[in-house]
């Protein structure tokens, strides 16, 4: 017997790659409560709504969404070719995580004085003795 058109739920299915141990119910499952509720506020979006209004990407919690959830009437060509503006903007939130922590890393490193080496063995000059070039 098929299934009215009418109780089709209103968002696809989604389908995650394979994971030894860990079901597409457990995940969809771990997801949704990662996600929270639809409309709910459980992620903090970071970007400045003007950042992402000059780059034209939708917030965080509409990417996700649209991405774990995405509803059945949304044309999903850019979608299937990787060109969706949510697509983009997790990219660009990966991407800025990243430059932030690098970012982060070397001011730590800037910081950090190092530990003095003392050559007692004369190490240095027997090293500049033996380079090609003065």
Known sequence: MSQDPEELEAALTPMYPATEGL????????????????GGTTVRDWLPAEVQRSLQL???RDALELLHRPPRDHDHTQLLTGH???????????????QLSLR?????????????LHDQGGLAARLLSVLPFS
Do not use: C, S, W
Request: hydrophobic share 45%.
């Open 104 to 116: 982060l890393r070397k001011l730590r490193t800037a910081a950090d004085p190092g530990l003095p």
């Open 23 to 38: 079901t597409q119910l457990r995940l969809r499952m771990l997801i949704g409560l990662a996600l929270g509720e639809p």
């Open 58 to 60: 939708p917030a965080l």
């Open 84 to 98: 969706h503006p949510a697509q983009r903007r997790l990219a660009f939130e990966e991407l800025l995580a990243h």
